[in-house]
């Protein structure tokens, strides 16, 4: 959570390095109108919400900062980092309880100052698989974190929202708009939150609430997977083989080493979507998104499919459609011309 105490202004605009945006504050102007408002962040035990609440509190707001872990590295970090001002509460969006607890806190800061926004910023994903070796419970837990729980919480602060007229920001993915190969549960997920948010904006527009999506690129956050082997059933590790669900982790992995370590971009579309007069609706921070975007909307179906692959991860084919005379096995000249992304993204997995 994020709030500012009454009468302190913001030492600096929230445009960052990315130069002064349309509609964004500067030293001085009046906007918020409010003196003293509060503002919620939900998900600060690393990435994103950490570099957030760290931003935010050295502009001088008072921040709430909710994380899965109080006695966790990040949250012993934010501590260390920031000023005697930020608030720590502890939150795990697939418990009502906990909800409700950090609502009840919430709501008790805000009766003389107001609420003015919301980040929805908690995520989940721990799998990096196709969708049949992809547990259940994987995506039932993807969708508790980063629907339901999201979805709770703004529900429960929408009335704090309303009555100032306030804003909420999400952070989502391109994962949600994108099918990326292994990726089904959290872009499902993802898919449903951004929905939701875009909803939120066209019926919260006659009050005034503002609702802002952010699409970040691909960062290293500090969030291990998991390894399925030993988890997968007897069959399905029988046809897919162990040696197809190892080269998706080795691909991930040689994925993530060029993933972007500076937080900074998303970190300011984050503060410009709460601060700015007129935030954009959606922010695409990081590099290459607009070529994506671009073949996804504008290119043949295959083509954005083989390039996803060549991007991200492209799977060998599983073990079952190598053997001779299994059903559906492609013919031998359609398994050695397997495709392998461009040249110039080949680099970044290894293949």
């Known amino acids: 959570m994020l709030g500012r105490g009454a009468g302190l202004v913001p030492e600096v605009g929230p445009w960052g ?5 349309k509609g964004s504050l500067g030293v001085g102007d009046s906007w918020p109108p409010t003196a003293g408002l509060l503002l919620a962040l939900a998900g600060c035990d690393s990435g994103f919400g950490q570099a957030t609440a760290r931003h935010l509190d050295a502009m ?7 994380v899965l872990d109080p006695q966790g590295p990040g949250a012993q970090e934010l501590r260390r980092s920031c000023s005697p001002s930020l608030t720590l509460l502890q939150m795990d969006l697939t418990k009502p309880e906990d909800i409700q607890r950090v609502l009840q806190h919430v709501q008790a800061h805000t009766n003389s100052t107001g609420l003015w926004g919301l980040v929805n910023n908690a995520g989940f994903n721990d799998t990096i698989a196709d969708a049949e070796l ?3 419970g994987k995506f039932r837990t993807c969708m508790e974190v980063n629907f339901f729980g999201s979805l709770e919480l703004t529900k429960g602060l929408l009335p704090l929202l309303r009555s100032t007229g306030g804003r909420i ?4 993915s391109p994962a949600g708009d994108l099918p990326f190969p292994c990726l089904a549960a959290y872009g ?7 929905l939701l948010m875009d909803t939120f904006r066209s019926e919260l527009q006659p009050w005034g609430v503002k609702v802002s999506l952010v699409l970040p690129g691909y960062y290293k956050t500090g969030k291990r997977k998991q390894r399925l082997v030993a988890s997968l059933p007897r069959e399905l590790l029988q046809a897919y083989g162990e040696d197809y669900v190892e080269e998706i982790n080795r691909q991930f992995i040689q994925f993530m080493k060029v993933a972007v370590e500076d937080l900074s971009a998303v970190v300011n579309s984050i503060t410009d979507g709460l601060l700015a007069a007129n935030p954009a609706v959606r922010y695409y921070p990081g590099q290459g998104l607009g070529l994506m975007y671009f073949i996804h909307h504008y290119l043949p179906y295959f083509v ?4 996803l692959k060549g991007f991200f991860i492209n799977p060998k084919l599983p073990r079952a459609l190598l053997l001779p005379g299994f059903p559906g096995t492609p013919a031998p000249e359609r ?6 992304g461009p040249p110039a993204l080949q680099g970044n997995n290894q293949h």
């Open 17 to 21: 390095c990315r130069g002064r945006a």
């Open 60 to 66: 001088g707001f008072r921040v709430f900062a909710s």
């Open 134 to 136: 992809s547990p259940l």
């Open 169 to 172: 920001v999400t952070v989502s």
């Open 188 to 194: 499902a997920s993802k898919a449903a939150l951004s």
């Open 304 to 307: 954005r499919d083989l390039f």
């Open 335 to 340: 398994v050695h011309s397997h495709w392998h």
